[in-house]
């Protein structure tokens, strides 16, 4: 259908490891875009990707659409515990934003 | 300046009861959403309204009322409350201009007792 499957539902890490989430969709996709919610939070845009084998950065995280633009990633580099939260990838397609099912990163300092 | 607020931020209600959430932007956008995340954190699109217009409607029970007076404000009305309703309630707002991106109000807890 329209959902896209994430990778792990929870990850817990030591402050300082990496983190990765998947998302995997059985239909391509036109675009692929990330959102993050803070405990007690609303989910907030990071960044949308777009092209086949698309690599964005911001700081140290890193995303990327896979080459068949039917999975992406979400990669963290030495986790801080502000990064705890929930990540969504996110199918958008003519008005309708459809969401992963999140994975829950928990990170102990 | 808040660009998505709704309100109240936090209902806790009976059982049959009925209750309306309520939710403004001003950032100009034509599209606006109301999305449920359950306990388990899932988020599922309820409907969206495009410069007042339903044109998204999810298989949403009908005790379920969108309200849209003008493009700025949507509005939700729940009747006949039920357990299963006690959920997370977000308003959201996008403008398919360019990077078509969703803007999250703070979100309604709504317990049903």
């Known amino acids: 259908g329209q959902q896209v499957m994430q990778i792990p539902q929870y990850q817990h890490v030591q402050e300082g490891e990496d983190f990765t989430t998947y998302c995997n969709s059985s239909t391509t996709l036109s675009n692929i875009q990330w959102y993050k919610q803070r405990p007690g939070g609303h989910p907030v845009f990071l960044i949308q990707?777009?092209?086949?084998?698309e690599v964005k950065k911001q700081k140290r995280l890193t995303f990327q659409f896979g080459e068949a633009k039917k999975n992406s990633s979400l990669h963290i580099t030495a986790t801080q515990t502000t990064d705890v939260g929930t990540y969504f990838c996110v199918r958008y397609n003519f008005n309708k934003f459809y969401f992963g099912s999140g994975t829950k990163l928990n990170v102990k300092p | 300046d808040t660009a998505v607020s709704q309100t109240p931020k936090y209902l806790v209600t009976q059982m049959g009861n009925d209750k309306s959430i309520k939710c403004e932007q001003n950032?100009?956008?034509?599209?606006m959403y109301w999305y449920k995340q359950d306990s388990k954190k899932f988020l599922k699109i309820m409907f969206s309204?495009?410069?007042?217009?339903?044109?998204i409607n999810e298989t949403v029970p009908n005790r379920f009322s969108p309200k849209s007076p003008d493009k700025a404000h949507l509005n939700l009305h729940i009747n006949s409350l039920e357990l299963g309703d006690s959920a997370v309630y977000f308003c959201a707002s996008s403008h398919p201009q360019g990077t078509d991106v969703l803007t999250f109000g703070a979100g309604s807890r709504l317990t049903v007792l």
């Open positions: 950032l100009g956008h034509d599209t």
């Open positions: 990707l777009v092209k086949s084998g």
């Open positions: 309204y495009n410069n007042k217009e339903l044109i």
